[in-house]
């Protein structure tokens, strides 16, 4: 169906969203009131739309995003599904609030944990949530013991734009090897706090 309308052979990379849920309302989220639906693929679901993909357009990796993927139950099925039967790259997107546990499970499938942070320390937990920093660290930490490279994500805000650079140095000391920095879009909840928005471009200097 991809191939026939777009005229498109190869996919090589599929960004899966597991599901909406999850276990933050950060400020700026682009989801919005979709966080609480209960809307998710099941691992049964998920494997045969990787399958498809593997096998119709060669699809190579899979970035598992949500909501949150760590409060999905059948996270570890799907990826080590894709893992071992598939042979894809394995990538989550993740808070990383309190995914020990679980992370180490599956820290043996897994290519690549990108852990979002909106800068350090406070200003990290006022737009996502308190104590979400240091769990952050944490899991970034405990991912590099067990061997799994490890990236970040920033939205950049109003709120953050002073700590980019800052941050970058903590989690290079954490041997974070790459930091994505998002543009705010005022969707979602976002739209609901334009104060977040960086309207003059010059501060990006």
């Given at each position: 169906m991809i191939g026939e309308v777009t005229g498109i052979r190869k996919i090589r990379m599929l960004y899966l969203q597991l599901l909406y849920r999850c276990n933050f309302t950060c400020l700026h989220c682009f989801h919005g009131k979709r966080l609480q639906y209960a809307d998710a693929f099941t691992a049964e679901e998920a494997v045969r739309l990787l399958t498809l993909m593997r096998d119709e357009y060669g699809t190579e990796a899979v970035t598992l995003l949500g909501g949150e993927p760590f409060v999905h139950r059948e996270l570890p099925q799907v990826v080590r599904h894709a893992k071992e039967e598939l042979g894809q790259r394995v990538e989550i997107c993740t808070n990383g609030y309190?995914?020990?546990?679980?992370?180490?499970?599956?820290a043996p499938h897994l290519d690549l944990l990108?852990?979002?942070?909106?800068?350090?320390?406070?200003?990290?937990?006022?737009?996502?949530?308190?104590?979400?920093?240091?769990?952050?660290?944490?899991?970034?930490?405990?991912?590099?013991?067990?061997?799994?490279?490890?990236?970040?994500?920033m939205t950049v805000t109003s709120h953050n734009i002073g700590e980019v650079l800052p941050l970058a140095s903590i989690l290079g000391q954490l041997g974070?090897?790459?930091?994505?920095?998002?543009h705010l879009r005022p969707v979602g909840n976002a739209?609901?706090?334009p104060e977040l928005l960086v309207t003059d471009t010059a501060a990006y200097g």
């Open positions: 309190r995914i020990e546990r679980r992370l180490t499970e599956i990108r852990v979002s942070l909106e800068g350090v320390g406070s200003t990290n937990d006022g737009i996502r949530k308190r104590g979400s920093y240091q769990s952050a660290l944490s899991s970034l930490s405990l991912a590099r013991d067990l061997g799994v490279p490890t990236g970040a994500t974070v090897r790459q930091l994505k920095l998002h739209a609901d706090h």
